[in-house]
């Protein structure tokens, strides 16, 4: 018998220490491979959303300059008496493009469709020449602007960022369009400051795929189609707002690509990167120390299957979850949300609590009994699941209260998904006593702020979810005046 243990132990030891060494062995590989996914899934597009936000951080200004001109004064007293003296118009013009620094400043009447110009009227926009599109685009635009990369109308040579921003009286009568124009020239330095930090190619493509916008430093194929690898797949970056994935090119390269669309522009924004080529070779070898590693992992845990015979997952669960609903316990949600805290750090999300309580539970409990009430907790508890993310955290917070983290989420979006849940838990019916009882929840929504505390957004919540009880109960808040 002692020798029979101490066979087994020796057998046991011996393959836990040679998944000890494999694992060492192989953990370089697993490195490699994690840090080849993070390129794609996390290091691209956060080049991507960086690029687009300095873009849009570009834009605010010249935004800003053409809304000013669409409100002022003066354009509207000159178009009400009859556009006498183009002069004072071009001078106008003259005077906002020396003023911000601008390439060229801009108006279009709609009464005489003169192309206003601060060297003068250039000339009269017309339906049936596609260089005017721009024009009727945003008279029926229903926004007050419209971004477009266009010629410049002055100077046909050069490729400009135009804002076209309507003018509407107070009776709502569309006057014209006016704005000012941008050199496509800081862009461009954008994504060259972007390709020599990060090696990377970087380059715009319209909705059919053409190249329309690259550095010096990079030279792409005129259309998407055309590069290597990539004309099966072309098709996925531009039928979707954002594509992140990785492809083989003719010469066995692996290149990991990621688009997003840029919709001030109507372009794609690419980043590209081509992976080392013994990246392959890795792959082979990480695929086959893992499958060593599995079928090693694979005995051992069937030993200690028969040995522990699923206390630790019992354990696990014991002390992770609700025993009645089965959602997490009170005492690991800090833990997740201290990891969803950081992850909003670091990703410059939102985050938000929702505090629920169900109505007058109470009665349920002494009309019904305990049995009851229990139905009530694990039924509300499932249908606030199926409502949530899997990364989302439901927990049980109190007797009838649930806590819900909602990472990524903002207040406008929570406040979306409790109605949801609120309305759901509305139309929910049980049968106690051959009687149909309904039941309703009332709830607080809370953002988190920077250098804010868990305890200080919870409380939040709760304030929140009093405000609905007082308001009646089945409700959510706060307001929307609140919101």
Known sequence: MVVNKRFYTVILSAIVLAGFVA???IGYFVAKDSLTERLQQEMLPLTSDNIYSEIQ???????LISSLMANDVFVFDWVNGGEQDASRMTSYLAQ????????TAFFVSESSLNYYHPTGVIKQVSKKNPDDSWYFTAKDAPHPYVINIDRDTADHKRLSIFVNYRIEDKSGKFIGVIGVGLSLQTVVELIENYQKRYGR???????QGEVMLQSSHYHSELHLQNKSGLDKAFLKVLTSPSASFSFKTN??????LNSR??????????VEQVNDPSSERIETA?????AVALVISAIVLFLAHVAVRGYHDKLEAMATQDKLTGVTSRQVFEFYFQQAEARRKRRDEALSLVLIDIDLFKQVNDSYGHEAGDRVLARVAQLIKSHVREEDVVCRWGGEEFLLLLSGCNLQHARDITELIRSAVAGLQFHFNNKVVHITVSAGVAEMHNDES??????????????????????????????
């Open 23 to 25: 694992t060492s062995l």
């Open 57 to 63: 951080r570009d834009l605010l200004q010249p935004l």
């Open 96 to 103: 906002i493009q020396k003023k911000y620094n601008t390439i």
């Open 201 to 207: 190619e970087i380059y715009f493509v319209n909705r």
């Open 251 to 256: 010469n066995g390269s692996t290149l990991y």
């Open 261 to 270: 669309l840029v919709p001030e522009f109507d372009w794609y924004l690419i």
């Open 286 to 290: 990480f695929m086959i120390n893992l």
């Open 454 to 483: 868990m305890g200080q957004v919870v409380e939040r919540a709760d304030h929140h979810l009093y405000a609905a009880k007082r308001a009646g109960r089945n409700c959510i808040r706060p307001d929307v005046d609140e919101a």
